[in-house]
């Protein structure tokens, strides 16, 4: 027992000169141990580039409408009813083809008098000449006629033709107003409209009739107009080729010729109107619809262009940012024309001058720029 207790006393004792040393380790502090200090924060590099001329060749797009090359709202000559239809909503015609026939009885009868009359002024003429002729182979002999029965004889004569030819014209009037019952096509096309049936009262434009007794349209051809914005209009030229797309059909493109310039600008608009033909034999295009047109502006002269990113459209002002003596200046620019990411400038600037690709307004003007790398090419 004396020997169990002697051998517990000696690793109790043992146990807590363990714990001391321990404690006395975890709070001592080695002297090659020091306090680790946070990394300085470093401003990264600001891309810039050199300023350099090129030609941007562009285009812009804007709405056009297709009309017809002709068009026309057939009306009736003189007031009367349709006796017969020969074309419809669609119809395809010819120049001269007749359309619908009219009646007026009325006619019939002011041709039927004009005839008449004619025919009585004929014979007036045929007696008072040959009373004349007569007289003038009487004459020959001396002392047989007076001159003044052969003056007066020769007068009834001319006033007897006189009154034959005006009855001739009042005939042919008559007649004309006749044939403007047959309603014919002045042009070839497309019948786009019809408001008139069998039996309907016609008239001219206002008096029988407020809407045309057809409509008809040359689709075969048609024009393409749009307005130019005053800027862009020294790039179009008669002839000039254009393409376009329509919404009806947007996998198709089709192309115009410009072939009428107006010359001048629209006082309101400020744009100049431009007709441009189209060839439209398959009859895919329909008048009245809306194009998108593409039009080309290429470049006449080399300008300053940079990446648009460089470009900065504040609420102050539109600039790009000029890397001078590793300060930020602020440079006014006026935009120009844009494509593929790129944009024309005009302002204070020469080819050379390091400018920051990324622009933006918080790079403040006279800004420290210390730190800046040339931006790779792509």
């Not at 409509?215 to 080729?241: A, C, I, M, N, Y």
Request: proline residues 4%; contains cysteine; aromatic residues 6%.
């Amino acid at each position: 027992m004396k020997m169990i207790a002697s051998k517990l006393y000696a690793g109790a004792a043992c146990c807590c000169a363990f714990l001391a040393v321990s404690f006395l380790n975890g709070c001592s502090t080695p002297a090659n141990k020091t306090e680790r200090k946070p990394a300085e924060e470093v401003t990264p590099a600001r891309e810039v580039f050199l300023l350099q001329k090129g030609k941007l060749a562009a285009s812009f797009t804007l709405p056009g409408e297709l009309v017809a090359y002709q068009q026309v709202d057939i009306y009736a000559k003189n007031s009367s009813f349709v006796k017969a239809l020969y074309a419809d909503v669609g119809s395809q015609v010819s120049t001269g083809q007749l359309l619908a026939q009219m009646e007026a009885p009325e006619l019939n009868s002011q041709l039927a008098g004009a005839q008449s009359r004619l025919k009585s002024q004929e014979a007036i003429y045929i007696a008072s000449k040959a009373n004349y002729d007569r007289l003038y182979e009487t004459s020959q002999t001396p002392g047989t006629v007076s001159q003044n029965d052969l003056d007066q004889a020769l007068a009834k004569k001319n006033s007897d033709f006189a009154q034959l030819e005006s009855v001739k014209q009042a005939l042919n009037e008559v007649s004309a107003t006749k044939d403007y019952l047959a309603i014919k096509a002045p042009f070839g096309g497309v019948i786009s409209a019809r408001n008139i049936n069998v039996g309907a009262y016609v008239g001219p434009s206002g008096k029988g009739s407020e809407l045309p007794m057809f409509t008809l349209q040359q689709q075969s051809r048609l024009r393409l107009v749009v307005s130019v914005p005053e800027d862009f209009t020294s790039f179009l030229t008669s002839g000039s080729k254009v393409n376009f797309t329509v919404r009806a059909l947007p996998n198709e493109k089709f192309t115009a010729t410009v072939s009428r310039l107006a010359g001048a600008l629209d006082s309101k608009l400020r744009s100049e109107r431009v007709e441009m033909d189209v060839y439209n034999d398959n009859k895919k295009l329909l008048p009245g619809m809306v194009g998108e047109v593409t039009l080309p502006t290429p470049a006449k002269d080399s300008t300053l262009i940079i990446p648009k990113t460089a470009l900065v459209n504040s609420t102050e002002k539109v600039f790009v940012i000029r890397v001078n003596n590793s300060k930020a200046e602020w440079v006014d620019v006026k935009p120009g024309r844009e494509a593929a990411g790129r944009i024309e400038v005009y302002g204070n600037l020469n080819p050379g001058d390091t400018l920051v690709l990324t622009g933006s307004d918080e790079i403040r003007n006279g800004a420290d720029l210390l730190h800046v790398k040339m931006a790779q090419k792509k």
